[in-house]
């Protein structure tokens, strides 16, 4: 069968003041719609894995978020983590977990907190690649990139795989430089890794062994101990032993080298909607170009005179007034507000850094 991963970590720093470690973006609205960032990952998911298919990983400080939002998952499918130790970790106890329970099963993880625009093009985008993962292959979704964008991995595409849509990766590179970002999107060879994965656990697991063979132990007895009294101590214990790093460097780039990672295209309106610049990019706009960022919880009426291209987050009950201004990202909450030009807007994460040391 097929099994679905949501890991939901990282707290969206960027995103402050909406986003805190308390409330991190998987658990925001942020497009209008009804549903969490979260939730819309989930309701995606559907067709391919019933809750009981389905698996969470998330932080002891979100675990009661995530089964609130997410009722339909039953509690054992959220696999709660002790502390971050980033997605390898959280992926590999998953996978684990999962091979317990199936050690045929073929998943795929996908990050929660991704804007996907058109469902069916996406779901059959993940049909080709779970098609190519039965054949082996650690196989990613790859985005046909846009702009040099440093955060992303970057996957160079070798020679098709049979008669399916999936290509081999020649090389997978994670994060690179802007110059070497500039390269590759030049060069037409390389799509962005969409960090969405599928692939037998086998295979996973195989590669992880080989590539991490402490993490691939640690979760190991991590695992042994799933139904026994002393799980918990066990996590307590090693969780905070096991290498701190993400799966992209950790085991796809590794992989990519030994010929075992594919891609299979996907175009269906994807977003990382990583700060408030690019959210305003991808939400409705008015004529201005102005966006207005609604949430479930109270939102203030918006009130702009000779505003243009600005990005206003009311979610404090409070008006928010602008004149005459421009290009600007405005975000007010209960207890903070944020006013900075919007393109400074990756560097709001700054500001979080500052207050964290403050303490
Ligand atoms: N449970 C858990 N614990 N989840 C985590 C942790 C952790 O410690 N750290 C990260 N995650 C989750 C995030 O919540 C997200 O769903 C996913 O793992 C990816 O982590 P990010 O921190 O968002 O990674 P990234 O955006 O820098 O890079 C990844 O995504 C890009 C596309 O958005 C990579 O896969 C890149 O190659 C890719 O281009
Ligand atoms: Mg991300």
Partial sequence: GF??????????TRLWPLSRAGRPKFLHHLTGSDRTLLQATIDRLAPFAPAERTYVVTGVAHAAGVSRQLPALPADNILVEP???ESCAAIGLAAMVIARRDP???????AADHLVRF???FRSSVRDAIDTAR?????TIGITPTHPETGYGYLRCAETLGAGP???VGEFKEKPSHEVAVEYVESGKYLWNAGMFVWSVRAFLDELARQQPELHDGLSRVVASWDSPQREETIGEIWPTLPKI?????????AARAGRVATVPGSFGWTDVGDFHTLGVVLPMDD???????GEERGGEVLAIDAHDTVVVPRSGRLVAALGVHDLVVVDTADAVLVCPRNRAQDVKKLVDRLKERG
């Fill in 166 to 168: 999936g290509r081999l």
């Fill in 104 to 110: 045929t099963a073929v998943m795929g993880s996908f």
């Fill in 83 to 85: 502390s971050p130790r």
């Fill in 288 to 294: 201005d170009g102005n966006v207005v960022v609604r």
């Fill in 246 to 254: 993400s799966v992209d460097y950790a085991v796809m780039e590794g």
């Fill in 119 to 121: 469902t069916e093009r």
């Fill in 135 to 139: 054949a082996g292959y650690l196989t």
């Fill in 3 to 12: 099994y679905a991963v949501v890991p939901a970590g990282g707290s969206g």
